[in-house]
């Protein structure tokens, strides 16, 4: 069955870097675009970027782009974020998701790592 | 990139039917059939429940339904069980490789 797993949260100051990862299994990772979506404590979903199958196309949305950047392993099955000049309002948990069959959707899910931004 | 506006909350009984709606605008609903929505019970992962509008994945029961007309997607679901109570997030494509959630709504079963 599909399983995507993340890992690398914790506590970092403003400013500071840190990189997370999502390990996947279950079906050919190097076949499917992945997302990765965040949710601040008690708020909605927010988009934040996607890489392409093959890691040829990423785009990001405008509140993380230049700041955050996603990467994957396709040998590894890893899907990596590397976030750099951390702000609180970065302050969520971090879900990695699936690209769904109709390319537009996103059909399974992590059970995400909690980042928090604070001095 | 704002979001899309959903109802903070909903409600109704046991059996009845509910319906939530997502608004955006042209750029996004209302320009491509690519909604999808999600289920996500506390401190959970989201599941899909419906995409391309008014797809359901297997296994999602037929009780929930999606439409859309205009700038606004609405998510149904019949036959409402105590199961259902909870937060529900609509997304659509935004053109350009971009993606945009709504806020949710807290659907609550009386």
């Known amino acids: 069955q599909v399983q995507l797993v993340e890992s690398g949260g914790g506590v970092v100051q403003p400013g500071r870097s840190l990189r997370l990862s999502c390990a996947a299994s279950?079906?050919?990772?190097?076949?499917?675009?992945m997302h990765w979506v965040r949710q601040a404590p008690g708020k909605g979903l927010e988009w934040v970027a996607v890489t392409w199958y093959d890691g040829s196309i990423k785009y990001y949305a405008d509140s993380v782009k230049g700041r955050l950047s996603v990467s994957r392993d396709n040998s590894r099955n890893t899907l990596d974020l590397q976030m750099n000049s951390l702000r609180v309002e970065d302050t969520a948990v971090y879900y990695c998701a699936r690209v769904g069959d109709d390319g537009y959707s996103f059909d399974y899910w992590g059970q995400g790592t909690l980042v928090t931004v604070s001095s | 990139q704002s979001a899309l506006t959903q109802p903070r909350s909903v409600s109704g009984s046991p059996g009845q039917s509910v319906t939530m709606s997502c608004t955006g605008t042209?750029?996004?609903?209302?320009?491509?059939?690519?909604v999808s929505w999600y289920q996500q019970h506390p401190g959970k992962a989201p599941k899909l429940m419906i995409y391309d509008v008014s797809k359901r994945p297997s296994g999602v029961p037929d009780r929930f339904s999606g439409s859309k007309s205009g700038n606004t997607a609405s998510l149904t679901i019949s036959g409402l069980q105590a199961e259902d109570e909870t937060d529900y997030y609509c997304?659509?494509?935004?053109?350009?490789?971009?993606?945009?959630f709504g806020g949710g709504t807290k659907l609550t079963v009386l």
């Open positions: 997304c659509s494509y935004a053109g350009s490789y971009t993606w945009v």
């Open positions: 042209s750029s996004d609903v209302g320009g491509y059939n690519y």
């Open positions: 279950g079906f050919t990772f190097s076949s499917y675009g």
